[in-house]
């Protein structure tokens, strides 16, 4: 089963009731004689001029949606469009985070001798958080790995006594540094996986930055050891209480070949760890997104800035700041990412508009091929593209005679953004499109639908309504408020809530009036902040309180004094005390 939705277009012609005649032999002149050789024109003057209707030829936007291949979470999963130079296809891809989906969890940890309380908190987690995640998924695996730095100098010390163990100092027995042991595959037995947890012990290196980045590529590329479910949601959650090495950070240690990106495990452990670069942010960023995989980062609070400014650069991520690394902790941090990366009480509504603006400079037909695949998600939409250069123009595919353009362009001129003068002699119908525009745009009918006779037809959506003189408004794109678009608020406008007067937000659920945000002295959030959605918020960020009335760091003893008495205007400190006297009108 196929869905096509198609828009007439013209080939020669800015208007939509004009088609082109494609008989060789057709009568060169107009009856007035002012546009010889044109072979674009209304149909009952083609018709008139000697152009039969077998020879009519219009061309076409085809937008076809393929229903027949399945899906879950991507809708569309197919879409196939043919574009003529000049025109454009628009279309919708709906995201929905289906309800209790399967969850992979990858636990990649540093364990170096920091990281020993915080490992032993891990041991209660696994059942814990199943446990927890039954509420939004029926199906989780989760899977161990850990990590240390590059295990050469000087990221480590290379005595004799110390490389199979880094603790001996302290009459410790650990385990040697690595740059990633891959420990356990996806798994949904709980009981195994505290079982690994319970048996892992730390390991120790030199300097304070750790090898996490260099790990989390290989969880991410090493997917048939680690075990990611092809259909599964996938979590990559790194724990360390320490920032990461950085592409380029090996030159220390004399290693300047850039990281491959590859999967380089043998019997679990990264062997190239010796012999490449960390990767770079952008390249850990790719295979993450090439994976389906989101990133966790679970980090003690000292080092939070520093990944705060790593997560921005990591599309699909998501940041926790950890006070104890302790299980309660660790499990609401991961639902809360979850949440977050899910948002599954939402579908999501991308409206997505191709063009063509010229065809290759041989004037051929051309197919490309594009996905569409949101960050996080193994399903995406492919989209077929089928530029169509060329008509039957006769044997030399020509519009008009000799000393015209070819079938790919247009008149002379018209190619270079100039309206084609077609030759009638009442112009009053020349080019009505602009009546199909709204205010500021360049785009008739706001790219869903097409414009006849100066008036928008809306396309047709299987999603929902799109109406509107301009077709600018439809009720399945905004956000939904209690069950209801806009809140029951307002109205769709190209995506976006148009509130009812009185009322403002995304989705129309916040009031205008600042009524809530007058302090007792009748001043909106006491002359200090904005009020927005019916809150402060202070522009100073030393003040806070629903009034924006606290600011416990701002004045000195004496000044807290000053401001709490209204009949204070000073006070006099002695040089003797230091102590602020009473205060004195």
């Not at 509420?135 to 010390?157: A, M, R, T």
């Not at 409206?351 to 193994?378: A, F, H, K, W």
């Amino acid at each position: 089963m196929s869905i096509i939705f198609t828009t007439i277009l013209l080939l020669c012609c800015s208007e939509l009731s004009f088609l082109l005649c494609r008989l060789h032999d057709f009568v060169t002149d107009f009856q007035d004689g002012s546009w010889p050789g044109q072979r674009c024109d209304l149909p009952v003057n083609l018709l008139r001029k000697g152009c039969g209707p077998e020879f009519l030829e219009q061309s076409e936007v085809k937008v076809e949606v393929n229903a027949t291949i399945g899906s879950t979470q991507v809708s569309p999963r197919d879409i196939n469009i043919t574009l003529r130079p000049g025109s454009e296809a628009s279309f919708i891809v709906a995201v929905k985070q289906l309800e209790r989906y399967p969850v992979d969890l990858y636990y990649l940890v540093d364990v170096s001798a920091s990281m020993q309380e915080n490992l032993d908190h891990l041991k209660t987690v696994g059942v814990a958080l199943s446990l927890r995640m039954t509420e939004h998924s029926s199906d989780l695996w989760l899977g161990f790995g850990s990590f240390v730095d590059k295990p050469v100098s000087p990221y480590i010390n290379v005595h004799p006594s110390k490389i199979n163990n880094p603790c001996s100092d302290y009459e410790i027995r650990c385990r040697p540094a690595h740059g990633f042991h891959h420990v356990l595959s996806m798994t949904g037995n709980m009981t195994e996986f505290t079982r690994v947890i319970k048996r892992q012990r730390i390991s120790g290196n030199m300097d304070t930055p750790e090898g996490g980045l260099d790990a989390m590529l290989q969880a991410a590329v090493c997917q048939k050891a680690v075990g990611w479910r092809p259909q599964a949601k996938r979590l990559l959650l790194l724990m360390t209480d320490q920032p990461s090495h950085l592409a380029l950070d090996s030159r220390l240690a004399g290693i300047v070949t850039p990281h491959d990106g590859l999967c380089h495990l043998e019997n679990n452990i990264y062997t190239g760890s010796t012999r490449m670069d960390h990767p770079s942010v952008g390249q850990l960023s790719d295979k993450l997104l090439d994976n389906h995989i989101y990133s966790i980062f679970a980090v003690e609070k000292q080092q939070y800035q520093w990944y705060e400014e790593l997560v921005r650069l990591l599309p699909g991520s998501y940041l926790g700041k950890l006070g104890l690394f302790q299980a309660p902790n660790l499990i609401e941090l991961v639902l809360d990412a979850y949440k977050v990366q899910s948002a599954s009480d939402y579908n999501v509504y991308f409206n997505i508009t191709i063009g063509l603006r010229s065809c290759p400079d041989n004037g051929e037909d051309e197919d490309v091929q594009v996905m569409v695949r949101p960050v996080g998600y193994n399903e995406s939409t492919v989209i077929r593209i089928h530029s169509k250069c060329s008509c039957s123009c006769g044997p030399e595919k020509r519009c008009h005679d000799d000393s015209q353009s070819q079938c790919a362009g247009t008149q002379d001129g018209a190619s270079q953004g100039q309206k084609p003068d077609h030759g009638l002699t009442d112009d009053s119908n020349g080019d009505s499109n602009w009546k199909c525009r709204a205010d500021g745009s360049d785009v008739d009918c706001s790219g869903r639908g097409v414009c006849e006779c100066g008036r928008c037809v809306c396309e047709q959506n299987r999603l929902g309504t799109v109406y509107g003189k301009y077709c600018e408004i439809d009720d399945f794109s905004c956000p939904y408020e209690g069950g209801l678009m806009c809140g029951g608020r307002g109205v769709c406008v190209l995506g976006e809530c148009v509130c009812e007067d009185g009322w403002t937000g995304d989705s129309c659920t916040c009031h205008v009036s600042t009524a809530t945000c007058q302090s007792a002295s009748g001043l909106v959030c006491s002359g200090r902040g904005r009020c927005e959605c019916g809150k402060c918020v202070c522009d100073d960020p030393r003040y806070s309180g629903d009034f924006c009335e606290r600011c416990p760091a701002c004045q000195s003893t004496c000044q807290s004094y000053w401001y709490l008495s209204v009949s204070v205007r000073y006070c006099k400190i002695s040089l003797a005390s230091g102590i602020c006297s009473e205060p004195t009108e």
